[in-house]
Antibody, heavy 126, light 112 residues
Framework: QLQLEESGPGLVKPSETLSLTCTVS??????????WGWVRQPPGKGLEWIGSIYYTGSTYYNPSLRSRVTLSVDLSNNQFSLRLRSVTAADTALYYCVLLYGSSTSPNFINWFDPWGPGTQVTVSS | DIVMTQSPLSLPVTPGEPASISCRSS???????????LNWYLQKPGQSPQLLIY???NRASGVPARFSGSESGTDFTLKISRVEAEDVGVYYC?????????FGQGTKLELK
């Protein structure tokens, strides 16, 4: 049974780069059906998909964040990572990593998002 | 982007009574095989979202039978046959037909 857990600094200064890592346990990241993603939730608000990465390294980003986001994958350590540049207070949120289960290599037609990590709070403040 | 619109945004329910949440997508979520790429999630207080329903009407593993999902074109409904105390939280619909994946605003279910 796959489990995911986020890690990284809980406080980031404005204009700096937010970096988070998600560690996957209980299985391989290299299944053809697995895409790996990040979702965030600002305080008291709803959910926003940030981006996803396939184990081959193919990436898909939300256009609203594309200019500032980079995802990467490290299969040797069963991890994938998020980097968000030039952060502002609007990037303060609970960040979740999640498995996207699909039927192919395409990011379209994803069957479900599950499981999710417990989430990690990131606050942008000087 | 596909816009997901939920209603109501707040849902007070008496335990043991049924509940229903609606979600409408701005575009079709169906593929050539007829599957709707629409999921329902429940985010209990202080927890990560948990998958309830996938592909419009399929209950996820371990989800109680009182939860059901239905589809009609671009309209989707989550029904709880008899609400229990553990069902309190925020319910989200989400489309995974295409990127960017988008969520509804959320429906907060609380007990009367």
């Amino acid at each position: 049974q796959l489990q995911l857990e986020e890690s990284g600094p809980g406080l980031v200064k404005p204009s700096e780069t937010l970096s988070l890592t998600c560690t996957v346990s209980g299985g391989s990241m290299s299944s053809t059906s697995y895409h790996w993603g990040w979702v965030r939730q600002p305080p008291g608000k709803g959910l926003e998909w940030i981006g996803s990465i396939y184990y081959t390294g193919s990436t898909y980003y939300n256009p609203s964040l594309r200019s500032r986001v980079t995802l990467s994958v490290d299969l040797s350590n069963n991890q994938f990572s998020l980097r968000l540049r030039s952060v502002t207070a609007a990037d303060t949120a609970l960040y979740y990593c999640v498995l996207l289960y699909g039927s192919s290599t395409s990011p379209n037609f994803i069957n479900w998002f599950d499981p999710w990590g417990p989430g990690t709070q990131v606050t942008v403040s000087s | 982007d596909i816009v997901m619109t939920q209603s109501p945004l707040s849902l007070p329910v008496t335990p043991g009574e049924p509940a229903s949440i609606s979600c409408r997508s701005s575009q079709s979520l169906v593929d050539i095989n007829g599957y709707n790429y629409l999921n329902w999630y429940l985010q209990k207080p202080g927890q990560s979202p948990q998958l309830l329903i996938y592909l419009g009407s399929n209950r996820a593993s371990g989800v109680p039978a009182r939860f059901s999902g239905s589809e009609s074109g671009t309209d989707f409904t989550l029904k709880i046959s008899r609400v229990e105390a553990e069902d309190v939280g925020v319910y989200y619909c989400m489309q995974a037909r295409q990127t960017p994946y988008t969520f509804g605003q959320g429906t907060k279910l609380e007990l009367k």
